[in-house]
C-alpha cells in the first residue's frame, strides 16, 4: 500500500481511497498525497476540504484516478 501512495504522491495524482477509521467506520476519500511518513501520510481530503493525516495501516484500497475523455457526437 506504502508504494502505491508514494507513486501517487510522486506523480501528482489525485486518488480514491476506502478508509477505516480507529473506531471501525469505513469511508471513501478521494485525496491528494503530500507527504508519506513511516506509518503515516498526509493528503488534501477533498470530502472534507483540509489536509488530514492517514494511517498508512488503515487504508482498505488505494486507486488512482483516472479521467477519460468523452467524445461528442
Sequence with gaps: MRILILKSMK????SEMIYM????????????????????FQA????????????IENVLAFVPVTHKERTVI
Excluded at 506523480?11 to 489525485?14: A, F, P, S
Excluded at 471501525?24 to 485525496?31: A, L
Excluded at 488534501?44 to 494511517?55: E, M, P, S
Aim: charged share 35%; net charge positive.
Design 21 to 40: 477509521k480507529n473506531n471501525g467506520e469505513i469511508s471513501k476519500r478521494r485525496v491528494k498525497v503530500l507527504s508519506v511518513s513511516k506509518d503515516s
Design 11 to 14: 506523480t501528482n495524482q489525485v
Design 44 to 55: 488534501y481530503c477533498f470530502l472534507r476540504g483540509t489536509k488530514r493525516i492517514f494511517k
